[in-house]
């Protein structure tokens, strides 16, 4: 089945303990996206890579890290998360045809920086 | 001013309805356009690319307006299952900012019986 998966679904963490939460995707898309959705504040983009070793930033990348070593994984790293980082985290990839970008979304991961 | 806006909803209306949302963008040069559907804080699941020339799908339309720099959707014969929030997304052309994908807020319909 193509999908994009996410792991952890759901994290509860302390603030300043590096956290990993990793993307995976078995499509061969060659563009992967990371976003937060917070209320009132809808999807914001944190770190896109267009392909194996091109990374960019999106509008939120403060905090976050990303690397793209493989095509198929994405991880998004925080490595002191803060309370302003509790947000469910989304990951999303495409095919890329030109300018188009049609995303297909991983469930989600609900994070909580206590 | 944000770079994407959408009308805020919600929308209320009764199941067979005719209902449009509209999304204004800012940026000229923004180049690909979609609508995406959000099942309460579950992944967004893209519903409609938006081309220039407008196109549909079944009871959805969407038209793409560049001169006045904004998209709409249509949905006719509203269905219990249409209730969502709908999020307009704008990606922009340049190389330099080719993959930055802004969202619209959203707009939450419910379809009532």
């Known amino acids: 089945e193509a999908q994009v998966t996410q792991n952890p679904r759901y994290l509860i963490t302390v ?3 590096k956290l ?7 499509m061969n898309h060659e563009y992967m996206s ?3 959705q917070d209320p ?12 194996v070793e091109v990374t960019d930033k999106g509008d939120v990348p403060e905090g976050y890290k990303v690397s793209r070593k493989e095509k198929r994984n994405f991880p998004l790293i925080l490595e002191s998360p803060s309370p302003n980082q509790t947000s469910l985290y989304f990951c999303a990839s495409s095919p890329r045809q030109g300018f188009t970008y049609e995303q297909y979304f991983g469930p989600g991961t609900r994070l909580t920086v206590t | 001013r944000k770079e994407v806006e959408q009308d805020p ?3 209320n209306v009764p199941e ?11 940026n000229s040069a923004s180049q690909s356009f979609f609508w995406y559907r959000q099942d309460c804080r579950k992944e967004p699941k893209l519903l409609m690319s938006v081309y220039s020339s407008g196109n549909e799908d079944g009871r959805f339309t969407a038209q793409l307006n560049r001169a006045s ?25 340049h190389n ?14 419910t379809v009532k019986p």
């Open chain 2, 16 to 26: 067979g309805a005719t209902v449009a949302f509209n999304c204004t963008y800012s």
């Open chain 1, 40 to 51: 009132g504040l809808g999807l914001r983009q944190i770190y896109y890579s267009m392909n």
């Open chain 1, 34 to 36: 990371w976003y937060r």
């Open chain 1, 20 to 26: 990993t939460v990793t993307c995976s995707q078995n």
């Open chain 1, 15 to 17: 603030t300043g303990k």
């Open chain 2, 96 to 109: 330099t900012n080719a993959g930055k994908s802004t969202f619209g807020d959203g707009t939450t319909l």
């Open chain 2, 69 to 93: 720099q904004y998209i709409s959707l249509l949905i006719r014969d509203s269905k219990l299952s249409d209730s969502a929030t709908y999020l307009c997304v704008v990606n922009k052309a």
């Open chain 2, 9 to 11: 909803g919600p929308f």
